[in-house]
């Protein structure tokens, strides 16, 4: 049963462009979701995270909105840059574990 | 401040054999996490500590795997024996008093 999916396996796009990451989950019960980046031979790097209180989060370039009616969020990336090529999971947890449920990823490319 | 370290970064053995992977956690981080990462998936999550105490091992194949915190700070994971199906990154991660979990750079296992 695959609580977070991330239905783009990948995902290619200009430089300078925007970049927009999906992600859908079944589990009413979440409430906070994380994003995290993969470069090869690396461990995940903490982007961004949201709060199920909130439907909206900005860090720089970087911004997750969340829909909890449709139970989907999103990672916009404005302006995308080659650096940002890598695989990017989507995460979440419920309300009574510290226990992060997966995405299978989206791979993007940034081309210039 | 430091990362998360793992070691070794790469291990080949043969099934039916035993291999052990260390992990030391970010400095003050009572949290510690170990996942499996298998080729196309996204992080599963095996094992979590709360200091030197377990708080999930409900995915730990419990009849091969085997992870120990005895002090609270880093943290040692084994299979014995090994199957061809543990192929996979294993990943160490720690977090605070945040949500947000840290990843080392993780352990990619080979079994022949």
């Known amino acids: 049963d695959q609580q977070v999916k991330q239905n783009s396996p990948s995902l290619s796009v200009q430089e300078g462009r925007i970049s927009i990451l999906n992600c859908d989950y079944t589990?009413?019960?979440?409430?906070?979701f994380l994003w995290y980046k993969k470069y090869p031979a690396e461990g995940p790097t903490f982007l961004i995270s949201i709060s199920s209180i909130k439907d909206k989060n900005e860090d720089g370039r970087f911004t997750v909105f969340l829909n909890k009616s449709a139970k989907h969020l999103s990672l916009h990336i404005v302006p995308s840059q080659p650096g940002d090529s890598a695989v990017y999971f989507c995460a979440a947890k419920s309300y009574n574990t510290d226990k992060l449920i997966f995405g299978t990823g989206t791979r993007l490319q940034v081309f210039p | 401040e430091a990362g998360v370290a793992q070691s070794p970064r790469y291990k080949i053995i043969e099934k039916r054999q035993s291999v052990a992977f260390w992990c030391n956690p970010i400095?003050?981080?009572?949290?510690l996490y170990w996942y499996q990462q298998i080729l196309g998936q996204g992080p599963k999550l095996l094992i979590q500590?709360?200091?030197?105490?377990?708080?999930?091992d409900s995915q730990l194949p419990k009849d091969r795997f085997s992870a120990e915190r005895l002090k609270g700070v880093d943290s040692t994971l084994k299979i014995q024996p090994a199957k061809l199906e543990d192929s996979a990154v294993y990943l160490c991660?720690?977090?605070?008093?945040?949500?947000?979990?840290?990843f080392g750079p993780g352990t990619r296992l080979t079994v022949t």
């Open positions: 991660a720690s977090s605070g008093l945040t949500y947000e979990q840290y």
């Open positions: 500590f709360q200091n030197n105490g377990v708080v999930d």
């Open positions: 400095s003050g981080h009572a949290t």
């Open positions: 589990n009413s019960m979440f409430d906070y």
